[in-house]
């Protein structure tokens, strides 16, 4: 009866933590790993749907723009667009965490020399994360769109 009891349990907690994230198997698999970003350098007055959206634009056109096809996408989901998701288009960009980590830190690089960190003097010191951040981004989901996801939460 215990056994049972604690079965129940198991399908019932798995099935609430399922349905908490919608996007679970069908933009990403399960969750794997997750972190938290709490570091703070800079609010925004600005932050809203529709600049997250924008930005997700952008970099999915300068992707577009480049003479190659793209190796991995970004999207926004959730009401308010919360939600950024970088997903790997083949099975070697992001066949492990590292190389996803690598490619978030090429992309901290492309974005600090972007007018936005210069006017604001933070391209010594800002990360991919910190931009993230101060759009009020809720989440990123990394994955290699096969077999891990890897989700970081941003603090506010």
């Known amino acids: 009866m215990t056994r ?9 907690f798995a099935t609430a933590v399922a349905a ?6 069908y933009y990403y698999p399960e969750i794997t790993s997750e972190e938290t970003f709490d570091r703070v350098i ?3 007055v600005d932050a809203s749907r ?11 056109a300068s ?14 989901k959730g009401d308010e667009a919360g939600t950024l ?15 996803a980590r690598a490619v978030l830190a090429q992309l901290t690089v492309n974005v600090r020399m972007g007018g ?3 006017q604001e003097d933070l391209q010594y010191v800002a990360t991919f994360f910190d931009l993230l951040q101060m759009m009020e981004f809720d989440e990123l989901v990394i994955s290699d769109g096969d ?7 941003f603090k506010r």
């Open 85 to 99: 998701i970088l997903t790997a288009l083949d099975d070697d960009v992001f066949a492990t965490i590292y190389r």
């Open 20 to 25: 908490k994230d919608k996007y679970v198997g």
């Open 4 to 12: 049972l009891f604690a079965l129940i349990f198991c399908l019932l």
């Open 50 to 60: 529709p600049v997250r959206v924008d930005f997700v634009n952008i970099l999915t």
């Open 63 to 76: 992707q577009l723009d480049a003479p190659e096809s793209p190796k991995y996408l970004f999207f926004a």
């Open 42 to 44: 800079r609010t925004s």
């Open 116 to 118: 936005y960190f210069q």
């Open 147 to 153: 077999t891990w996801a890897h989700r970081v939460n």
